[in-house]
């Protein structure tokens, strides 16, 4: 059994209440559900969410340390915590997938949410479709 880690930043444990409007009605719970019913046989969906930058820094070490790819919605750090790109950069150095998700499209709206400080080190981006960007990045990493 293989396991993929789906770490989640700050306000996303208010997922379903939080701005439906830009996040929708769906929450934590429900994307967990979705994850686990289409991840390929043999893959274990490991969904956390934190507030914490501390502890999303710990989960990175632990990525690493056993050997397991990550899918990553680091929410607002994305756009400014250096030490949380620090830690996702440790994630593929070691030659590991990580891949920024997020469900909102960040370039469609505001300002400082157009940088990036986590994208230059993932391997790839899915942002805007909402669980979708879950979806296909599950897809992506558990491909080969
Ligand atoms: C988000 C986008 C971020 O700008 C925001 O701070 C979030 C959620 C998204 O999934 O669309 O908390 O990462």
Redesign the pocket.
Known sequence: MSTVLVLN????GRLGSREPD??GSANLEDLRELLVASARDGVSIDLRQTDDEAELIHWLYEAVDERTPVIL????F??YSYALRDAAALVTKAGLQLIE??????HA?ETF?HTSVVSAIATGVI?GLGFD?YRLALDFVTAS
């Open positions: 930043g700050p306000n996303l830009v996040y919605n680091p929410a607002a994305t756009h998700v997020h469900l909102s499209n960040p709206r949410r942002a960007s």
